[in-house]
């Protein structure tokens, strides 16, 4: 299997996602900046890696305070944590995974050496679970996705695979599953401009394990699904609302609303430390906008006339309504189930 961060001789291991498919590399990070550096400039990106990828980087900034004072440390310990909330606002994995950190270093009893060494622990915990979570997300996508025909075509958008998480991936999670069960025809990869994730990182997952991808651009969507090329679509999520609003890579939301009028059920993947409770609907979700370089530039080309301007959300927010179910570590249930303690999870009829 894939894992694209890996704890081995004292530092981290991420695969550099910014040059695949081209080159399959990695990236040594031994400090917590580089950290921040690598989650900013997405050599490490995908909602729960970034997590990951958090927690190890809150490891590596606590190696690095010099004091055997707690107190100081925790103090300093913040400080690190700051640093890594601050790369990218949306997806929510990278708070969840740096509170839980802090949590066990102001909850580890023992000298500063020990909590350094229970918060290692935690980020290799972290990282273990995400693998399980995705494989379990990924079993219980084969309870929901239509029973007909038998061999499906899923369409995704950006890439939530192996390389968006610890392993095996949330959507592609579910496309991985139902490839094991003989139950996929292929994949229909939208490209995701700007940042092509589904051209160069899904596309790449695929052709790794010989599992059928056709690449669309993203405006061909529609147009696929109007042809019957299209029996189901399952997309990841950056942070999902207690009722069910979710966001997702830019371009999600008009695949949702193609997915409603050609009655084709839409599904997001993730795990539950992606839904933030604290947010009760999709409008208060911050919206990350990056660079408008990676719109106008491709390598040294330049596609727009000068003068013109640009925006660049990153993320855009799919509302519970065109959701058909989401599919997580518990199995899958309706948006509006999400928050209660007790929700009853769907089977395959339920969500035709
Ligand atoms: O900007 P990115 O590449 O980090 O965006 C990734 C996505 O939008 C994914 O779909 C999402 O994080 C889910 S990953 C399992």
Redesign the pocket.
């Known amino acids: 299997m894939l894992y694209p961060v890996i704890w081995q001789n004292d530092s981290v291991s991420l695969i550099d996602q910014t040059r695949l498919p081209n080159e399959y590399t990695f990236v040594q990070i031994h400090r917590s900046d580089d950290m921040a550096r690598a989650i900013k400039t997405?050599i490490v990106?995908?909602?729960?890696?970034?997590g990951v990828a958090a927690a190890y980087g809150m490891y590596l900034g606590a190696r690095e305070i010099e004091t055997e004072n707690q107190h100081e440390f925790l103090e300093r310990l913040e400080k690190v944590a700051e640093l890594l909330r601050s790369t990218?606002p949306t997806?929510v994995n990278l708070f969840w995974a740096i509170s839980r950190m802090m949590k066990t270093a102001y909850e580890s009893l023992g000298t500063v050496a020990e909590i350094k060494q229970k918060l290692l622990q935690t980020a290799e915990a972290i990282n273990a679970e995400d693998v399980q979570t995705c494989q379990a997300i990924g079993d219980h996508g084969l309870t929901v996705l239509p029973s007909t025909p038998e061999k499906l075509t899923i369409l995704t958008?950006?890439?939530?695979g192996a390389l968006?998480?610890a392993g095996y991936?949330?959507?592609l999670g579910v496309v991985r599953s139902a490839w094991r069960e003989g139950r996929l025809e292929r994949v229909f990869a939208d490209e995701t401009r700007p940042?092509l994730?589904g051209a160069k990182l899904t596309a790449w997952e695929c052709v790794q394990e010989g599992i059928p991808v056709t690449v669309i651009t993203d405006s061909m969507a529609a147009h696929c699904m109007k042809q019957g090329l299209i029996h189901a679509v399952v997309?990841?999520?950056?942070r999902i609302a207690a009722n069910g609003d979710t966001a997702?890579?830019i371009g999600t939301y008009s695949v949702a609303i193609a997915a409603q009028a050609h009655h084709i059920p839409f599904f997001v993947a993730?795990p539950f430390s992606t839904v933030d409770f604290a947010l009760a609907d999709g409008s208060q979700i911050p919206i990350e906008e990056r660079n408008p370089e990676e719109i106008y530039q491709v390598g040294e080309t330049m596609l727009t006339p000068s003068g013109v301007d640009f925006y660049n959300p990153?993320?855009d927010v799919t509302p519970a309504e065109l959701i058909t179910a989401i599919i997580t570590e518990n199995g899958a249930f309706v948006p509006g189930d999400l928050a209660t303690s007790q929700p009853q999870p769907l089977s395959n009829a339920e969500t035709r």
């Open positions: 997405m990106r995908g909602a729960p890696a970034i990218r997806a958008h950006c890439n939530a968006a998480t991936g949330t959507a940042r994730q997309v990841g999520a950056d997702n890579k993730a990153a993320f």
